[in-house]
């Protein structure tokens, strides 16, 4: 069975400085992983994703992630946080097994301190 | 339009009455995805179809549910006898192929009161 945990609910993080978010996974198989993040009120946006290839993968809002396959992490990792990141952020695996629909973790709410 | 649109934005019902709850997926897109985000529960697949194949029902919650797409493109999803368990944000998602990315919609709020 796939899961996916994400073991901090809430990250703070001072504005200009790195941040990162992390994520574990439990697969069989080869992962396909990727992070969402949820603004207030709305849907979960698209960031970025691992099939396979390069472990660092660069998505979108200058976001990257970093892909661990002896540590079973994909971590969230940005240079430089900034106010506007602050939202709630879903790492997730795929179901390779059937229907192609993603396993969730419970999310992690990141606060950028002005 | 350019995303995946769902209607209505938000839904508050009485329990015990049916609802109705609309996905229009990016056009072009084969894979539709139905996904239920309850606080203290996260988010749960509840159904995909793709393509003209039979949908994958395996995340339903109870019988209660039942979604349909017609025509390959729009996707309604009904909940009959609403309980207040039912209460949560209904997502759907769309995908190019059934390993694309998943682009979502803003979902709808649905309380039963």
Same mark, same amino acid.
């Given at each position: 069975?796939? &899961?996916?945990?994400?073991?901090?609910?809430?990250?703070?993080?001072?504005?200009?400085?790195?941040?990162?978010? =992390?994520?574990?996974? !439990?697969? +069989?198989?080869?992962?396909?992983?990727?992070?969402?993040?949820?603004?207030?009120?709305?849907?979960?946006?698209?960031?970025? =994703?691992?099939?396979?290839?390069?472990?660092?993968?660069?998505?979108?809002?200058?976001?990257?992630?970093?892909?661990?396959? +002896?540590?079973? &992490?994909?971590?969230? =990792? =940005?240079? +430089?946080?900034?106010?506007?990141? !602050?939202?709630?952020?879903?790492?997730?695996?795929?179901?390779?097994?059937?229907?192609?629909?993603?396993?969730?973790?419970?999310?992690?709410?990141?606060?950028?301190?002005? | 339009?350019?995303?995946?649109?769902?209607?209505?934005?938000?839904?508050?019902?009485?329990?015990?009455? *049916?609802?109705?709850?609309?996905?229009?997926?990016?056009?072009?897109?084969?894979?539709?995805?139905?996904?239920?985000?309850?606080?203290?529960?996260?988010?749960?697949?509840?159904?995909?179809?793709?393509?003209?194949?039979?949908?994958?029902?395996?995340?339903?919650?109870?019988?209660?549910?039942?979604?349909?797409?017609?025509?390959?493109?729009?996707?309604?999803?009904?909940?009959?006898?609403?309980?207040?368990?039912?209460?949560?944000?209904?997502?759907?998602?769309?995908?190019?192929?059934?390993?694309?990315?998943?682009?979502?919609? *803003?979902?709808?709020?649905?309380?039963?009161?």
């Amino acid at each position: 069975a796939q &899961s996916v945990a994400q073991p901090e609910d809430q990250v703070n993080v001072a504005e200009g400085n790195p941040l990162t978010v =992390k994520c574990t996974y !439990s697969v +069989s198989g080869n992962p396909y992983l990727f992070w969402y993040v949820q603004y207030p009120n709305r849907g979960l946006q698209f960031l970025l =994703k691992y099939i396979t290839g390069d472990n660092l993968v660069k998505g979108s809002y200058g976001f990257e992630a970093e892909f661990n396959k +002896s540590q079973t &992490s994909f971590h969230l =990792k =940005k240079p +430089s946080a900034l106010v506007s990141d !602050s939202a709630l952020y879903f790492c997730a695996v795929r179901d390779q097994t059937g229907a192609n629909n993603l396993f969730f973790g419970t999310g992690t709410r990141l606060t950028v301190i002005p | 339009g350019a995303g995946v649109s769902q209607s209505p934005s938000n839904k508050v019902t009485e329990k015990g009455k *049916d609802v109705e709850l609309r996905c229009d997926p990016i056009s072009g897109h084969t894979a539709l995805y139905w996904y239920r985000q309850s606080l203290g529960q996260g988010l749960e697949f509840l159904i995909y179809f793709q393509g003209n194949s039979a949908p994958d029902k395996s995340g339903l919650p109870s019988d209660r549910f039942s979604a349909e797409r017609t025509g390959g493109s729009v996707s309604t999803l009904t909940i009959q006898r609403t309980q207040q368990e039912d209460s949560a944000v209904y997502l759907c998602a769309s995908s190019l192929a059934a390993q694309g990315a998943q682009h979502f919609g *803003d979902g709808t709020r649905l309380s039963i009161l």
